[in-house]
């Protein structure tokens, strides 16, 4: 791992107490951690223990039954997604929500939403302020692209791009939105090696050159251990260990959680 | 009172009507997933079939039943071969669309074959006005309805027996389910598809004989399908109970609204009455009173 | 050879975000539109204003308007005929109580009225989809047609239920009424299509319509970059019940001139729309065009070929007319899901190759 010298902030996200069921299932049993600005912190367990539900809380899938969510300071109970979106807040999803009709250039243009304001009547004409904002985001969208590498693949229909591929333009999508704080439900799942690697590479230079803080839920221990500063381990909605990859590393409830031990 | 009861009983009878038309629909979308907009136009071509038979060709009643049951299961390994095998996996407004199709090439071909004039239908079901009741309790019922009732209560047992408990009735909710998996565990989708087709097929032509003897055959028996819908409604899409219990609350809704609405504001509410009713039951619960929630996953 | 585009290249993003980007394509599209507003003018008769270029325009509009609504933006809609509905009687009323109110004013105001009545319709879209919210409009359809039947405010009270559009010029030149050219009444028309036509394909690639599509695909994840479903749901209504509108003021005012509302604008009408937009091309501007071109032509060519040419009696050639569009759907939906633009799309493709084999 390199060491690499950034400031990590206080904490930009604050979860506490986080329960969440879906009828007689506890999904999540009172989880309390932080994200740090400008940190990586990957949250890894066993094949549903919750990751993906924590993630929906924090994005305003799901609302918690009981606990809180503090926000740049601003305490809620749940949140709607386009209330997230609008705060800053970026999701990808394990299942690639892409929109499957549209090309990969539209899909980036679509993440920046937010951020195109020109009035209905000017759109009816495609002139003035609605031609010159679509040219200036479509600048913006394009130094995306180039970013993450997938010129050759702007105008194709995303439906029809192989998986991997995909999961880029997602990313590139969710980038598009310039957020603050980034989600990734396992951004390399079904990857081989080399696709790994690229994806580590985009990562980690998302958060050195934009300084965006990203939360990533991710299987490849070797990933984890390699891009992400700090750790949160869940395990049958509850908690494990949250700290250093090396702590976590060593953490014997961990272990025993990812070997097998026969709960009491 | 009297005249409530009546009314009430009237609608319930109607419901009835309605729902053996829902009940095609529901099989058809239990086991293929595809809402078969057709299935009114499938009456109506049971009907004609029919019909034609006992004029055209003199075949006494209970051969051309038979028969018809023959056609019906013709037309359905027909329509699995020219139409649903080419449409496996499209998106389900592709298979809606194409069933309107449908509706429309079945329609075209009963009138050229058969004619589009009404014609009357006659088996051997009672007609006319129970005298028992009459007697009994001052009550007007037709008995014709009475008999649609029972048929109706015996095919949903058997419906529904058959659904749940045999092997090609499981094998019939997988395919609902998911085409692909089921063609993993090696359930052969084309035959599943003929078979339920054909059911329908039957089902409709029941639906057509209940209809047809009550008020003749004609084309405006393909537009219950319609009105089909607002039963769907309520009873869920994939409920054969449901089927029958939302067919009887349209048809009372319907008549009672005629009755006591209707007359304030100038007849004819039974045209929407169905449709907004079905609507409001949307807002509060998409699902029907029967239906399985649908649930959707990000 | 023809169709190159080599050496073409665009320099900035606004040639390339341009709707014709290829020089052939905006030559072509000059070549159209120089045909149909100068040449066709001047040889259009009665029979072929009315029975061809007439409803070939309006149900364009129609079509235009319930493919923003089901092919951007994937709401199905059966109330299309209630909507041309509410856009004829509008005009009705309009012309009727205003009689100085310029006809074009007249049309725009029914498509406000119409698209207001669409946004109420649509309400429910909030909260249901798919075959379920189709079974919403079929209430509005049927609802409407009620309604315009049997209130009699509606067509001013007059015996027969059936309203009539009385002579109104617009810049001098008589456009309503069985008096009006025919030559008139198709710049008029033609105008109105293609200004509208124009909008829409504007508004469909810019920022709204990809809120649209965002809906289409996948609602819940539109949510995530900031969509707020309502806003995009109702303004897609909104829109697409203006376009039905004003088609069904057009249908009114000039295509037919006088209209029975269960008639004109019955469930068959909703369904020929929706088949229209189907045929022609989900999602696409072109399609529109070539879908209501389509079905506007085939009846006429059938009945022209059965009728006319075999012999066949009306009402036989009806029913074969049936089953032939049946059949035609069917077809279409298995060989090309996406229509005749899709087609229209390959057939640029290997013109762009031609010819060479690849």
Known sequence: MTEHRKRIGDNVLKVENITLSFGGVEALKEISFEIREHEILAIIGPNGAGKTSMLNVINGFYHPQAGTITYRGEVRSAMRPHHAAKQGIARTFQNVALFKGMSTL?????????????????????????????TAHRRRVEEIIDFLEIQAIRRTPVGRLPYGLQKRVELARALAMEPQLLLLDEPMAGMNVEEKEDMSRFIIDVNEQFGTTIALIEHDMGVVMDISDRVVVLDYGRKLADGTPDEVRANQDVIDAYLGVPHE | MLFFIEATISGLMTGVMYSLVALGFVLIFKASGIFNFAQGVLALFAGLTLVGLMEMFAVPGWLAIILTVGVMIALAW???????????????????????????????????????????????????????????????????????????????????????????????????????????VGISLRTIWVIVWSVAGIVALVAGIMWGTKSGIQFS???????????????????????????????????????????????????????????????????????ERIIERV | MLYREAGQFKTSYEADQAIFTIRQDRWLIVLALAVAFVIVPLVVNDYWANAILLPFLVYTMAALGLNILVGYCGQISLGTGGFMAVGAFASFKLMTAFPEMNLIIVLLLSGCVTAAVGVLFGLPSLRIKGFYLAVATLAAQFFLVWLFNKIGWFYNYNATG?????????????????????????????????????????????????????????????ELIGVRPLHAKLSAFAFSSFYIGVAGG?????????????????????????????????????????????????????????????????????????????????????????????????????????????
């Open chain 1, 106 to 134: 539209d899909n980036i243009m679509s993440g920046r939403s937010l951020r195109m304001h020109a009035n209905f009547l000017w759109q009816m004409l495609y002139y003035g302020p609605a031609r010159r904002e679509e």
């Open chain 2, 78 to 184: 027909l329509i699995e071969r020219l139409v649903l095998q080419h449409l496996v996996n499209q998106t389900p407004i592709i298979l809606f669309m194409s069933t309107i199709g449908l509706a429309y090439v079945l329609e075209g071909v009963g009138d050229l074959l058969w004619g589009s004039d009404v014609k009357v239908l006659d088996i051997g079901l009672p007609q006319g006005a129970s005298d028992l009741m009459l007697d009994r309790f001052n009550l007007y019922v037709e008995k014709l309805e009475v008999v649609a009732a029972i048929t109706a209560a015996v095919l949903v047992t058997v419906l529904a027996v058959f659904f749940q408990k045999t092997r090609i009735g499981r094998a019939l909710r997988a395919v609902a389910d998911d085409h692909q998996a089921a063609l993993s």
């Open chain 3, 250 to 358: 057009l249908i009114f005012t000039i295509y037919l001139g006088a209209v029975e509302v269960t008639e004109a604008f019955g469930i068959d009408r909703s369904f020929l729309v929706l088949f229209m937009v189907i045929i022609g091309g989900l999602g696409s501007i072109l399609g529109s065009f070539l879908g209501a071109g389509f079905l506007v032509l085939m009846p006429i060519l059938l009945k022209n070929v059965m009728v006319d040419w075999m012999g066949m009696a009306a009402v036989t050639a009806k029913h074969v007319e049936i089953t032939l569009m049946g059949v035609l759907i069917i077809l279409f939906l298995i060989v090309e899901p996406h229509g005749l633009a899709r087609l229209w799309q390959i057939a640029k493709e290997k013109l762009r190759l031609w010819p060479f084999p690849y």
């Open chain 3, 162 to 222: 059936q309203i009539t559009v009385p002579p109104r010029e617009v810049f001098g030149f008589l456009v309503t009424g069985p008096m009006a050219s025919p030559a008139v009444k198709y710049l008029f028309t033609l105008s109105l299509v293609v200004a509208f036509a124009m909008v829409a394909k504007n508004v469909v690639r810019g920022r709204i319509g990809r809120m649209w599509m965002a809906i289409r695909d996948m609602d819940i994840a539109a």
């Open chain 2, 221 to 291: 028996l393909s537009l219950i399908a319609l009105k089909a819908l607002p039963v769907l409604i309520l009873g869920g899409f994939t409920s054969i109970p449901g089927a029958i219990v939302g067919g009887l609350i349209i048809g009372v809704g319907e008549k009672w609204a005629e009755i006591y609405v209707g007359s304030m504001v100038g007849g004819a509410i039974e045209n929407w009455f169905a449709y907004v009713l079905a609507l409001a039951f949307l807002l509060f619960r998409p699902q029907g009173l029967f239906g």
